[in-house]
């Protein structure tokens, strides 16, 4: 049975299957319900039921006595146990207030983003249930005492951060990227300028640890240190710098080359496995060429 692995004192991960890979649910321990919170719940009812409740059980944790649950934005594979948690247990849920649509219906948004890329996306998820939040937060607040809300776009345009103030630990979710996610071709983000931005906001933070929803190519899930998470958002920098740098010399050499064909010799270029599908590298290059196509016309990028 997988478990809760302690990353910093008082913050567990538990490394939940989505695929071949996995994602992360992060138990934030605190001193009674009001101060204890589970961020993320999974891909379905099926990782709830057979990892998530086994996993507490072992940590001697009831649900009924975590405080609250959150997420770090609303894909799937990130909140798609949160209605099979609250269906048991009635727990308490909160949310970006720019995710209070998603949340509600995340199954909708799973469809969407699928449809910008059919001919290279999978299926949707064939269940995907949403939950009616109990607290809608905007930048800044506090969840539990402890967890800042830090609002990160780009990844997604509701994706968010969770500043743990009392060890100083960057909960990141998909915020952060580096090279890519295992099994990713490429980092994901649909919004360049706003997830560079992102990383500046992070960097500032000065926080000392940090904890990422997957394993992220080079650093993995974690970074332990300031100098460590510095490095880890500073890399995540520089990939978005060599993205650039690849496409615009190729669009030179080969102007009209198309996305999919520039997504593969991005891939390739950065010694990445192609993936199955590749709508989330398509995602990432549409955004560079948006971006470089702003700054030829002499805008900002």
Not at 45 to 51: F, K, Q, T
Not at 224 to 230: L, M, R, S, W
Not at 245 to 261: F, H, K, V
Request: aromatic content about 6%.
């Amino acid at each position: 049975m997988i478990g809760f692995e302690e990353i910093v004192p008082g913050i567990k991960l538990l490394r939940t299957p989505f695929g071949d890979y996995w994602s992360g649910v992060v138990l934030v321990c605190g001193r009674n319900a009001e101060d204890t919170v589970l961020i993320d719940s999974g891909a379905n009812r099926e990782v709830v039921d057979d990892c998530i409740l086994p996993a507490l059980e072992a940590e001697k944790i009831r649900p009924e006595q975590i405080g609250w649950l959150t997420c770090t934005h609303c894909h799937g594979d990130h909140v798609g146990g949160h209605y099979r948690i609250k269906e048991l247990t009635g727990i308490r849920t909160a949310v970006y207030e720019g995710s209070a649509d998603k949340i509600r219906n995340p199954l909708k948004y799973n469809k969407l983003i699928r449809s910008v890329f059919p001919e290279d996306s999978p299926e949707p998820a064939k269940v995907l249930l949403g939950v009616e939040p109990d607290r809608l937060m905007k930048e800044g607040e506090l969840l539990a005492g402890r967890l800042r809300l830090i609002h990160t776009p780009g990844h997604d345009e509701d994706t968010v951060c969770w500043l743990d103030e009392k060890t100083n630990t960057l909960i990141s979710g998909d915020s952060v990227q580096g090279s890519g996610a295992a099994g990713a071709g490429l980092a994901f983000y649909q919004d360049l300028n706003a997830y560079r931005g992102s990383l500046k906001r992070l960097a500032a933070l000065q926080a000392e640890n940090l904890l990422a929803a997957h394993s992220y190519s080079p650093q993995g899930a974690s970074a332990t240190g300031k100098e460590a998470v510095q490095d880890y958002l500073q890399t995540s920098m520089a990939v978005t710098e060599r993205y650039d740098n690849y496409l615009s010399r190729w669009l030179t050499e080969t102007p009209g080359t198309d996305q999919r064909t520039l997504a593969r010799g991005l891939i390739r270029e950065e010694g990445r496995p192609e993936p199955e599908y590749l709508f989330l590298e398509r995602f990432t290059v549409r955004t560079h060429l948006e971006a470089l196509k702003t700054k030829s016309e002499g805008g900002v990028s």
